[in-house]
Every structure is written in structure tokens, then in C-alpha cells.
């Protein structure tokens, strides 16, 4: 493993209950203590005449008025999204710019609460949640472009492997197509950098964290008809390829090199670490997606991103509890 690197750079593997949710969970009426009373319905008509009001008021230079409404359009949410769309428009670029502003940070909230419902299913899909965590950085992606140039990948891989000879050493195809010939490899010069962590952009660089790179070969793996699975060692990920009763293990963020156990193990004795078995063992979808929410928390605070890095963790936090609550009920 290579020298450099320390398992605190990349966070481990998120342990039971170390997945994310926002806690948004629902409630039972408290019982009433007297005769209800009536409580004033808010017309749709007199909504929509607020949140235009507010918008209008977007274009004011006061702080003091700029904040409340700020704070009162984001608690709107969805109901505010028509005024703040047409404010968009607006012939004021004042106005045009804090529209936006709010429109992305209530898109961001809403994916930040599919995350946290996506990351308590018990049956993640890898793919499916990496695409939800870009949303985070590129809310309106269309990541049907990502999935052709993996599905592009895994008919290159297979391709390959139609035409190599039989025995263990032929899934090696995965690693001299992505690591040799397309050029994926770690980035080394600024590895904390969000753009390591998310798949598309990953994708585009053809750079990124160890995780984020074995996500990339373990999607083109399955798309190649490759068994394969990540280990998930504290501090790094690897991929293992089954080769019939036999298996390798590649190191992506080195290019698809391969190593060995003893490798493994050097590696964890370096940084003061007793080998477990449970960080050999084939580590699943949920536990990737987990730690890669973990990994761009981790990204975030280093790089002092602190609105971020609050987000993430609150969603962290959100599925802690939730999970806790479900043990805890069994």
C-alpha cells in the first residue's frame, strides 16, 4: 500500500447505525387538553400574495430585511417555488440572483432529505445512491450521460474479456482498460477536495478518492459480467475480482494495481492497526453508500466548508437516531 497515506483521510466504514437521516420523523398528536378550537385557515390565494410580497422584497439592500425574508421563503418551501421562479425573470439582476440562491438552497434541502431516506432502505443500490449524493453539488444532473459512458465501459471490459484467455488472470482486463488505457487513477495533490468523492465528476476527471474509484470499477464490473466486491479496510478500498474458486485484489486508486492480503495487512500494521476479518469480508452497496456520505462530510470539514459539513451531519445524526430506535424496538 502506498506510504503516504493515512486511514484518517478517508473516513472508515460506517459502523451499525453510522448511516444518515434527517429525522423527519412523524409524529402522533398530542391529546387535546380542551374543546378545540378552529384554527385560521390560510387561503391558497393569500399564500401565494405573501410569498409574492417576500419576493419583491428580495431586491431591498437592508440586511434587515433581507434576512427575515430569506428565512421566511425557505420555511415556504415547495409552496414558495412558484413566486421564487418567477422572480427569476425578474428585469431586477438584484432580485434575479437571491431567487436563485434560495431556489438552490431548497433544492438542496429536498436532497438532502431523500438522502436521508434513501440511506435507511434495506436495499441500497450503489449506483442509484451515488447519483442522489451529486445531486448535491449538481442539483439538475442528468445522469443518463454517466450511465451510458459506464455502460460504455463495462462493453469494453467484456469485449475484452471475450478475447482473453481463460484463467485467473483474465478479469486483470478491468484493471489494464480503466487503469492503463482510460487513465483512472487516485488524485493524490488535493485529495480532500469534494470533486473526489462525487461520481460524475469523478467520471469526468478520471480522478478521485479510493472508494469513489472502486464504486467506478465495481459499476463497470457488474456491466462486464465480473464478480467483484470492495473490501473496505479503515483509511482505504480495494476491489476484489472472483476468478472462478480464486480471487485478485486491485488497488484502483494506484491504476488497478494488484495486491495481496499480506499487503493488506502491512498496510494496517503501518498505521498501528490489528487485522479483523470483518474488513476482509465483501463489504455490500449500503455500506459503500454510507461511507461515502461519510467521506464528503469529512471533505467538507477539511476543507472548512462548515454549512456543508453541519448538513451532512445532521443527516448522519437523523439515521443514527432512527436506527437506534429500530434496534432498540426488536
Not at 44 to 72: I, K, N, T
Not at 256 to 277: E, F, I, M, S, W
Amino acid at each position: 500500500m502506498e506510504a503516504s497515506h493515512d486511514p484518517s483521510a478517508e473516513r472508515a466504514s460506517a459502523p451499525a447505525g453510522q448511516a444518515t437521516a434527517s429525522g423527519q420523523q412523524a409524529r402522533e398528536l398530542a391529546p387535546l387538553e380542551s374543546a378545540p378550537v378552529p384554527a385560521p385557515v390560510r387561503r391558497p390565494a393569500g399564500a401565494r400574495a405573501r410569498h409574492a410580497l417576500l419576493v419583491g422584497l428580495l431586491g431591498d439592500e437592508s440586511p434587515a430585511v433581507l434576512g427575515p425574508v430569506r428565512a421566511s421563503l425557505l420555511s415556504a418551501g415547495r409552496a414558495a417555488l412558484p413566486a421564487l421562479r418567477r422572480a427569476v425573470r425578474s428585469s431586477e439582476a438584484r432580485t434575479r440572483g437571491r431567487a436563485r440562491t434560495i431556489l438552490a438552497q431548497l433544492e438542496r434541502q429536498r436532497v438532502l432529505r431523500r438522502l436521508a431516506g434513501y440511506a435507511l432502505r434495506p436495499d441500497i443500490d450503489l449506483e442509484r445512491g451515488l447519483f442522489l449524493i451529486s445531486r448535491l453539488d449538481r442539483p439538475e444532473l442528468d445522469r443518463r450521460r454517466y450511465v451510458r459512458a459506464l455502460d460504455a465501459m463495462g462493453s469494453a471490459v467484456r469485449a475484452r474479456l471475450a478475447a482473453a484467455a481463460d484463467g485467473p488472470s483474465a478479469p486483470l482486463a478491468l484493471a489494464q482498460y480503466l487503469g492503463d488505457e482510460l487513465g483512472f487513477v487516485g488524485c493524490a495533490s488535493d485529495f480532500n477536495h469534494p470533486d473526489n468523492v462525487f461520481l460524475h465528476r469523478a467520471l469526468e476527471k478520471k480522478r478521485g478518492m479510493p472508494l469513489t474509484l472502486v464504486a467506478i470499477y465495481l459499476l463497470v464490473a457488474r456491466r462486464a459480467g465480473l464478480k467483484a466486491a470492495p473490501i473496505a479496510l479503515p483509511g482505504r478500498v480495494l476491489l476484489r475480482l472472483y476468478a472462478g474458486p480464486r480471487s485478485l485484489i486491485l488497488d484502483p486508486y494506484l491504476g488497478g494495481k494488484a495486491r495481496t492480503r499480506q499487503d493488506c495487512v502491512n498496510y494496517l500494521a503501518k498505521h498501528g492497526l490489528v487485522p479483523r476479518p470483518q474488513w476482509f469480508a465483501d463489504a455490500p452497496d449500503a455500506a459503500l453508500f454510507h461511507r461515502h456520505l461519510l467521506n464528503l462530510m469529512g471533505s467538507h470539514q477539511a476543507r472548512g466548508h462548515a454549512r456543508e459539513a453541519a448538513e451532512l451531519s445532521a443527516v448522519v445524526a437523523g439515521v443514527n437516531r432512527v436506527r437506534a430506535r429500530r434496534r432498540a424496538a426488536k
